[in-house]
């Protein structure tokens, strides 16, 4: 049987909702637009996860769907 010995690395996902751009209202135009993710709050997520506060974090798929 093989051991796996080389350090195995996992991706962190970032699974947002619709995001509020004007492409998107324009696209749908009848939406609530109050329920979609603002593009500041992703990065907001981006920016914890490459943070020092996010070294724990490993393999997880991080739903960011805004006021929904």
Do not use: C, H, Y
Not at 30 to 41: G, H, L
Request: hydrophobic share 50%.
């Amino acid at each position: 049987m093989r051991s796996l010995s080389w350090p195995i690395r996992l991706g962190t996902f970032i699974m947002p909702g619709t995001i509020d751009t004007p492409q998107n209202r324009v696209a749908n135009p009848n939406a609530d637009f109050s329920q979609w993710v603002e593009p500041s709050a992703i990065a907001d997520v981006i920016l914890f996860l490459a943070s020092d506060a996010a070294r724990a974090i490993n393999g997880a798929a991080i739903p960011v769907f805004g006021k929904g």
